[in-house]
């Protein structure tokens, strides 16, 4: 079975950082693209960030320079630094995880910043 746990998430102040974690279980997680989207209250999920098996990573125009995809393998963890942080990123954000079409969800953890 699979799971992926989200943590890291909680309250923080405008221009602050918060760092996102994602604990695999039940994949190959070496194999896997590993991604971050969110979903803020009354619009639809929207992609964060990617980061292919080989480590290339892709992320959405508006968090280039303040968000930092990376994964551990070794502890099948992948990690959303977020730094400079606006009121606007406020969401619940989600790991993913995808190799072959077979994509997978986790729960989520909110991510709420305060003007």
């Known amino acids: 079975q699979v799971h992926l746990v989200e943590s890291g998430g909680g309250l923080v102040q405008a221009g602050g950082s918060l760092r996102l974690s994602c604990a695999a279980s039940g994949i190959i997680f070496s194999m896997n693209t590993m991604g971050w989207y969110r979903q803020a209250p009354g619009k639809q999920r929207e992609f964060v960030a990617t980061?292919?098996?080989?480590?290339?990573?892709n992320y959405a125009d508006s968090m280039k320079g303040r968000f930092t995809i990376s994964r551990g393998n070794a502890k099948k963890t992948v990690y959303l630094q977020m730094n400079s942080l606006k009121p606007e990123d406020t969401a619940v954000y989600y790991c993913n995880s995808n190799y072959a079409g077979y994509e997978y969800w986790g729960q989520g953890t909110q991510v709420t910043v305060s003007s």
């Open positions: 980061i292919t098996r080989a480590g290339a990573t």
